[in-house]
T-cell receptor, first 112, second 115 residues
């Protein structure tokens, strides 16, 4: 069983929908939580970064962390075709040498 | 001006060959990484270097040998390539291994195919 679990999808939604992407994890030492977006044949790019539990909002994106449930979410409002990509959650803990542990990614397709 | 650049972008080679991948970052970051992404998109760390010093060395066959001539460069040499080495290899960099800034900047990847 992987340390970080993520539904691989694919997830297909109509343009304008609210998208919910989720990850669960087993290591309670994780303190830093990130979401990366990866377009086809490109490297991942950092989308959202959160420390410990709570919410963070940036434009159409909201990241939520519930450490008690070991569950993190990324919400995308008013989804656009340009949001079509693979979304990877990633986690780290202090003293881990900056090592990120990634989920397997969820492939999202936003259709016109 | 590309922040993290890798060469080559594509590499097709026969089993048993030796090959190298090069990475350079112009962000002034102290830490660089090699990650391997398999066909299921799973990204797994292989190595990290902080200012030319090896920090993380995951369970990777010793056919893989990283080298960091300076903090802006990290290369990966692979000996005796096997079919299972086929994957996309990503180089990344971040500010400092001791800081709480875990935002990586990734390169665009090297797609390695072993035939």
């Amino acid at each position: 069983q992987k340390e970080v679990e993520q539904d691989p999808g694919p997830l297909s939604v109509p343009e304008g929908a609210i998208v919910s992407l989720n990850c669960t994890y087993s290591n309670s030492a994780f303190q830093y939580f990130m979401w990366y977006r990866q377009y086809s044949r490109k490297g991942p790019e950092l989308l959202m970064y959160t420390y410990s539990s709570g919410n963070k909002e940036d434009g159409r994106f909201t990241a939520q962390v519930d450490k008690s449930s070991k569950y993190i979410s990324l919400f995308i409002r008013d989804s656009q075709p340009s949001d079509s990509a693979t979304y990877l959650c990633a986690m780290a803990f202090t003293g881990g040498g900056n090592k990120l542990t990634f989920g397997t990614g969820t492939q999202l397709k936003v259709e016109l | 001006d590309t922040a993290v650049s890798q060469t080559p972008k594509y590499l097709v080679t026969q089993m048993g060959n030796d090959k190298s991948i090069k990475c350079e970052q112009n962000l002034g970051h102290d830490t660089m990484y090699w990650y391997k992404q398999d066909s299921k998109k799973f990204l797994k760390i292989m190595f990290s270097y902080n200012n030319k010093e090896l920090i993380i060395n995951e369970t990777v066959p010793n056919r893989f040998s990283p080298k960091s001539p300076d903090k802006a460069h990290l290369n990966l040499h692979i000996n005796s390539l096997e079919l299972g080495d086929s994957a996309v290899y990503f180089c990344a960099s971040s500010q400092d291994s001791g800081s709480t800034n875990y935002g990586y900047t990734f390169g665009s990847g090297t797609r390695l195919t072993v035939v």
